[in-house]
């Protein structure tokens, strides 16, 4: 570390000295341990000072002269032997430590010079875009660690996936994994103001055998200790699984792989990527080449962090499945690939085979350039940023374009114009909580804020996508760190892998359609009833109500001005309303299945009591609405609860929506949908329950779901929340 931090560190032990003297009996245990540390600032802890681990084979210093070592430096860094000899020991020495524990700095590996000499060292392991906790977790494990000797790392949670890791997970699958400690439930807590996500790894240096198994530990908002700004591991959730049940590739078939997928990309035109300046979101901007975005690449190495053991058994049985990439067409480019190129159906007459390859039909929309497109009497073209399953497109299109590469930065998928059936084309939205699939729409093109994929056959993607089998196949298997905050997520692994029915015949088409049709034109009911909701929102009251507790004092809210309200760290996971008289609760599921109130800061229940019916109506449908959106009531939303100018008019409204059939058919629909993929897919009714269960109570799966139509999500409530909900 450089020399300011090490400062810093040396006066945090000071504290901790002073702190022991001040608590007596521990002072000697702390003297003793504070005089065994040593914190030495201004080397780097990567710097192998000439010892190379190749011409060593990692023999450590053998052959090389201790003076050696220490008289190595480098421009700029201080010389290792002015070094304590501590860390000339960790430098030098291979293998001396039986513990070695971590909490290295996340940053690219751009942002850290590394001299030539060093890159040679750490040559197995670099990759464009890398981060330089890969670089400290494979010098600790080849380098420092003692044989049978542990470590424990803090590591950004893309190196459980990501492509740019892919060689240093192949160099620590080779040893015993221990432990990987999941702590993406509780956002960014764990490392302040750092917008990464982040697993704990325990390793074992001894050679990994097919018996391994692996604790999988989830740390929950449960485990949040705020008054100490602690966590609290002993209420951490954990399990034991088989090492192969953690490896993605248990659940992939072998085929396509030939085939060269589009070019991925994490960061589309208009995305914003959020991130601290140190804590870097891997992105690529776009590129002619396509290799140059492999941070965004599919990685069939991952590590499934979030894995259970009774997962394993239902991501087998549709590992098992064919799948989507099986039905995706497959159309020819010339092997000097440009993205400009226009694609064929085949190999033109008279062409070398040689120079052509084939490729799948496939690819992110059209790259516009910063400004827009004007072609005149050219078709229009959409951003697509929020698509529903039905392909609708609710925005202003972006601009114009007749079609013509030339006109386009990029013209992607649609230099494949002619190839295939426009029919069977379907658009992919891969940020997004689940991945969205919808038809491509008629006379118009998309930018690369989502990709299309044209079929070879008939084959209704978008509703079959929106199954909750598939969403907890991708959400278990394809689903990565954040990008813009935490659950909002990105699919960068192929969603080609989707499970699809083995056959596809008229019948089963026709069946599936059908549910498909329901599930649409429910959605689109209730997005109708949104519409006319939010119209009633924005005609807020001018009424003089400064602060709309006032309303207590008009004897309309009768709800004492105490009200228990949530406290920061209540977990509402789930939490449903329920409406008693005059009395609107809130309601969890507890441990063991049963309802319990939600949890508030005072212990006391949640209960809001509006004596005025239809005040009821309106305020219990916008509390459900907060619910569902992921939020929980509290003094500041009920103070600005906006009141309809007309309530009875806007209950009659709620009402209306919420005895209308829309969201019991889309439950319904859905439902239908989930039970003949399963059956489709071969899963049994207990595996399709695990599925369905995992939605109610996992909390990263709570808040996966289609990007409906309508915002409010059905998907989440079972029939019994509903009945409790419409009391
Ligand atoms: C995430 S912080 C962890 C600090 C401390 N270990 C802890 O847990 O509080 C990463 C630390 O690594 C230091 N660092 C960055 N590059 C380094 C290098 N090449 N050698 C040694 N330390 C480095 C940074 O200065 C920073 O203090």
Redesign the pocket.
Known sequence: ??AF?ATL?QIQLLWHALAAVVEGDTADLMRKAIVGLSVEGG?????TWGVSAHKDLFGGTAGRASEEIRAHGQGGARRLRTADRKFRDLSGRRGGYRIVA??????RFER?PIGPEERIEYAPVLKKNTD?SVLFAFRAMEWWLAPNGRLGF?LPLALSEASYAEPLRAILAQYRIVEIIDLEEIGNVA?HGANVVTIGLVMEKTAATAQDQIKITRVTPECLDEEHGRIDMTKAITDVVPRSAVLLERYLPGSGADLRAPPAETKADDETVTAAPDHETPSSEDSDDEAASEDGEASDSAWLTKIRSADVDVLDALAAARRLDDIILRGWTKKAYRQKTRYEAAIPNGEPAVHWQQQRVMGYGVKVGRKSIENPGGRPVYKAKHLPPDGSLPEEPFGHWNGDPAEVDTARFYAWAGVGDEVNTFVVRNIATQPVFAPHPANAYLTNTVYCIRLSERFPLNIWSLSRVVAWFMAKTARTSVVQGYFTTFYPRQTTRIPIPAELDEALLDELDEIGRRILTADDELARGDTEIEKLRSGVSSRPFRNRLDLVANGIVTAPKDVSWPGADANWTGARLLVDGADIRFVTTDADGAEAPAPTETGQPTVITITDPDLREWATSEARSLLARGGRPDRQWMGTLSIPDDPAAAATLVRRLREGSAEQELAAALDSLDRKVADLLGLTDGQLDHIRDAFRTDAMLLHVRPQWKHRQSVVTRDASQRDGAAA
């Open positions: 570390m450089n931090s560190a080397h780097s802890s990567l710097s971590g909490n290295p700095p996340f940053v850290a330089l803090f490392f």
